[in-house]
């Protein structure tokens, strides 16, 4: 199924089998974009940026917009009104009908392409932007030169503030990425954008407000954003048994042997209640690992900060504990 233009201007939008009013086009919308969505011609050449456009709440700069930078829970452009969390809509229309680029023509478009790592060997890989490239591909390509203004429909993309952890509570800090797109055609024909999307943290906003425990903020701060990746331990899988998602975390370390036969063989859990030592959790967060035993986790990304690490190690020195806060570090500090 091709969708159309959405009607965020004025005029007609034309299909394979001809023209619609732009009225007509608004009850045709997959999903509608917080605020006022625009078309984003994403940065290539006049002679091609009309190949291929997003359809997103971009709002900078003012009067041309090419980026979106929104504060958490701005209902003008974000569309998760959860704290912590900045959900955008993003659509790609092809062939669009854009009289800021008069000298684009039209063209014959076969594929699609959103920068991306492969997720067999890379846990940044962004499933996010693999959705969008697949929805592009399934439902605007190929397109022929006279056809105008298709797409896909609004593919979510979720950016999630990093939580500083501090001595007392913790801190929101910005979040950021970029779409970086090709569309092909024959004969060379190639258009090239990217659409920047910033989440901003409100002015004040307490990043323990819906902290319920240390755990809580351990799940909800370091293992949920960091290591339950689709890629990674979002679920028992074939190289391990833990998983680290919500509901499941606990239960899967607290006092459970670890797969690997080294730890086992030095008397380590998982996590050994009261015993930060014999916990190989901390061992694999630190990097402090024989050869044998693998990578650091997370596996390929950055490591945690120190006083990440240092929340887990003093929720293990205090037992462990399902409920309550920990003191001195973290979240619910008296």
């Keep these: 199924?091709?969708?159309?233009?959405?009607?965020?201007?004025p005029g007609i939008r034309c299909l394979r089998n001809g023209c619609i009013s732009a009225l007509a086009?608004?009850?045709?919308?997959?999903?509608?974009n917080p605020g006022d969505a625009a078309t984003v011609p994403g940065g290539g050449g006049k002679n091609d940026d009309c190949l291929t456009q997003f359809v997103a709440a971009a709002n900078k700069p003012a009067g041309k917009p090419k980026k979106i930078r929104c504060v958490d829970g701005d209902p003008s452009c974000d569309d998760d009104p959860t704290p912590g969390v900045c959900r955008f809509l993003v659509d790609v229309c092809a062939n669009v009908t854009n009289p800021a680029l008069p000298a684009c023509a039209t063209q014959e478009l076969e594929f699609f392409t959103v920068e991306n790592v492969h997720p067999d060997t890379d846990p940044r890989h962004d499933f996010q932007f693999q959705t969008l490239e697949d929805a592009v591909n399934t439902f605007v390509l190929p397109v022929q030169s006279d056809e105008t203004d298709v797409c896909a429909g609004d593919v979510a993309m979720v950016l999630s503030l990093e939580a500083?952890?501090?001595?007392k509570g913790a801190k929101w800090k910005k979040s950021k990425k970029t779409l970086r797109t090709?569309?092909?055609?024959?004969?060379?024909?190639?258009d090239e954008d990217q659409l920047s999307m910033t989440c901003?943290?409100?002015k004040g906003a307490d990043a323990c407000a819906s902290i319920t425990s240390t755990f809580d903020q351990i799940q909800q701060q370091i293992f949920t954003p960091s290591c339950g990746r689709q890629t990674c331990h979002n679920a028992p899988q074939t190289e391990h048994t833990?998983?680290?998602?919500p509901g499941e975390a606990f239960a899967s370390?607290?006092?459970?042997?670890?797969d690997d036969g080294l730890a086992n063989s030095q008397g380590k859990l998982r996590v050994t209640p009261g015993n930060p030592a014999a916990s190989y959790l901390l061992?694999?967060?630190?990097?402090?690992?024989e050869p044998v035993q693998g990578q650091r986790m997370p596996r390929q990304l950055a490591k945690l900060p120190k006083q990440k690490i240092r929340l887990i190690e003093a929720w293990i020195e205090a037992g462990a504990p399902a409920v309550g806060f920990v003191q001195g570090i973290g979240c619910g500090q008296d």
């Excluded at 086009?25 to 509608?32: C, P």
């Design 164 to 167: 500083k952890v501090k001595p």
């Design 253 to 258: 370390l607290v006092g459970i042997q670890p």
């Design 1 to 9: 199924m091709r969708r159309p233009l959405k009607s965020i201007q």
């Design 200 to 202: 901003l943290p409100q």
């Design 182 to 190: 090709t569309a092909l055609g024959p004969l060379g024909v190639r």
């Design 283 to 289: 061992d694999k967060l630190r990097g402090d690992l």
């Design 25 to 32: 086009l608004s009850l045709t919308l997959f999903a509608a």
């Design 242 to 245: 833990l998983s680290l998602a």
